[in-house]
């Protein structure tokens, strides 16, 4: 478990997974070779052989009046088209509990965005029923987000596999959600920033305290290795051209502002560090 403070915030990360190579799917240009001649991506981001290190995390965020969960992975039962994501039975819920999180004492869930791997544990089985993992919670959606995976679903010929219909759906139904803007505020400490290009309404989650800033990436970037190779954009980018405009906008505001401690929604362990320059591109330093 990994935990950083942000001025009175606290940010803790709850694994749900966590592989080495296998990414390929999602980054096709990450050929070992390319990865080979990133040396800083090696040992934390990647393996001496070139295989990429992704996780699948939540990120716990307690500020002095809320307790947020932020993007809950892949959750447990949900039959999926990627087979290793599929049927999980994972211990995350109990990992959760343990670090001191009880599914009740949630009060708002955020998602960056729709994917499969960001709003699973969103609900969870009981009975034979997708209910709302986290009842006592707002869950909030970015309303563009909202409304591309609802037409989405409505076109579907199998929504049963659909992580719309199995977990957020059950959540719209049973009046848990709040459709927000990409520049929503949701506490003193915690906004909403528009990352577009992933999807059509992604967002990354910004935290501000005591003269101190985090980000959480959420998928406007996948891997570390993106810093190097801003014009990489992921398989699964909705607008790859907005996806690398966000890339460059973003990479450039964080090294040239003031300190913004980036928390990289699958990046492995360390998970977090500072982004500076490197010759024409960036780095992630940790």
Not at 71 to 78: L, M
Not at 180 to 198: K, M, W
């Amino acid at each position: 478990m990994l935990t950083w403070r942000i001025g009175e915030v606290t940010v803790t990360r709850i694994l749900e997974l966590e592989a080495t190579g296998g990414s390929r799917f999602i980054l096709p240009q990450a050929t070992r070779d390319v990865i080979q001649e990133i040396p800083w991506l090696i040992p934390h981001f990647a393996d001496p052989d070139g295989r990429l290190k992704m996780s699948v995390h939540a990120l716990v965020v307690e500020t002095p009046t809320r307790r947020i969960i932020v993007d809950t992975c892949i959750g447990n039962d949900k039959q999926r088209d990627i087979p290793a994501w599929s049927g999980l039975q994972t211990t995350f819920l109990a990992d959760l509990e343990a670090a001191g999180f009880a599914p009740d004492s949630i009060d708002t869930v955020l998602c960056t965005h729709l994917h499969v791997d960001h709003v699973g544990w969103n609900t969870m089985l009981v009975g034979g029923r997708w209910v709302p993992t986290f009842p006592k919670a707002r869950y909030l959606i970015g309303r563009a987000e909202y409304d591309y995976w609802r037409d989405e679903e409505a076109d579907n010929a199998t929504p049963e596999r659909s992580p719309f219909h199995d977990s957020v759906k059950p959540v719209w139904e049973a009046g848990l959600v709040d459709l927000v803007e990409t520049d929503h505020q949701v506490c003193d400490e915690v906004s909403l920033t528009p990352t577009l290009g992933h999807t059509p309404g992604h967002v990354s989650i910004r935290i501000r305290s005591q003269g101190e800033e985090a980000l959480i990436t959420g998928d406007f970037l996948h891997h570390p290795c993106q810093f190097a190779r801003p014009d990489w954009a992921s398989n699964a980018d909705f607008d790859p051209d907005a996806s690398t405009a966000t890339r460059q906008r973003m990479f450039g505001a964080l090294a040239d502002g003031p300190p913004v401690l980036v928390i990289g929604t699958h990046f492995a362990a360390p998970t977090a560090g500072h982004v500076v320059r490197d010759g024409d591109v960036f780095r992630l330093a940790v």
